[in-house]
């Protein structure tokens, strides 16, 4: 069976990108690194969760102003 590695983001130039931490960005579609990568199925789902008005969401830390 094969060993499957992480899959890193690379800048244009074909270096790795990294976040202000130093660290390699996975490339996954899960959410937005930092404002380094794009919006991903968290920002959807938070989206989606407002329009609809779910009443669970609504109540969620993350969804608070600070």
Known sequence: M??????YRKNPDRTF??????HFVVAHDLFNHDGLTEDGVAEAFEEFARKEGLSFFRDAPSTKAA
């Open 2 to 7: 094969p060993v499957v590695g992480k899959v």
């Open 17 to 22: 990108l990294r976040d202000t931490h130093g």
